[in-house]
């Protein structure tokens, strides 16, 4: 497809059950991002790859989020144990240079619900 | 410390008014705002961006305004259209490059 792809669209874990968000982002686009939008908020910052490289995870809330883009192209989020605090939407979010503002495109989400 | 707020959850707006949603942020460092439009299970769709070496950028119906020394930016919808019901996010960036800090968005809804 043309846009930021991300699965799955809907995700129901339980509690302690470890979780793996996928990212495609648009053919091309060197930047990717990863934000968490509680409901009611806007979307917060997660993490920032350039290519494969992660150069920004200040966002990550706890040592059980990770997120990795091993070849510069698709990503994964990925959180351990989940815990009810962790329900969300993860928007994902690339763009082709380093994260020009005007061309930040972001997929529809992965909604989480831990229960 | 929200650095980015939007203080109104929520306007109504009758069809062919002006629609006014306003921004304020506290980080003198931003320097670049967006406004981003979203619609119920879909991701934010950019709208329009403003650098902190203007006051104004239009583009059609959509202008946004910069007020540096209050720290306060609006998005201007004229005239408002049903299809503008969706919420809306203010966003900024410390460069164009870096991370966006999003404001907790207002939600518009344009009455025909």
């Known amino acids: 497809g043309a846009g930021v792809s991300q699965s799955p669209r809907y995700k129901v874990a339980k509690r302690g059950q470890d979780v793996a968000l996928r990212c495609d982002p648009i053919s091309g686009h060197v930047s990717l991002f990863w934000y968490q939008q509680a409901l009611g908020q806007g979307p917060e910052f997660l993490t920032y790859f350039q290519n494969e490289a992660q150069l920004d995870k200040s966002g990550l809330p706890s040592d059980r989020f990770f997120a990795e883009r091993p070849e510069g192209s698709v990503s994964t989020l990925k959180i351990q144990r989940t815990q009810q605090e962790d329900s969300a939407v993860y928007l994902c979010?690339?763009?082709?240079?380093?994260?020009?503002?005007?061309?930040?495109?972001f997929g529809e989400g992965s909604w989480l619900t831990v229960v | 410390d929200q650095q980015v707020k939007q203080n109104s959850p929520s306007l109504s707006v009758q069809e062919g008014r002006i629609s006014i949603l306003n921004c304020d942020y506290t980080n003198s460092m931003f320097d670049y705002f967006l406004w981003y439009k979203k619609y119920p299970a879909e991701g934010p769709t950019f709208l329009i961006s403003?650098?902190?070496?203007?006051d104004k950028n239009e583009d059609g119906r959509f202008t946004v305004f910069l007020n540096k020394s209050a720290k306060h930016l609006s998005l201007h919808i004229v005239p408002s259209q049903p299809g503008d019901s969706a919420v809306y996010f203010c966003?900024?960036?410390?460069?164009?490059?870096?991370?966006?800090?999003f404001g907790q968005g207002t939600e518009l809804s344009v009455k025909p």
């Open positions: 979010a690339s763009s082709l240079v380093s994260g020009d503002g005007n061309t930040i495109y």
């Open positions: 966003a900024a960036s410390v460069s164009q490059g870096g991370k966006l800090i």
């Open positions: 403003i650098s902190s070496i203007k």
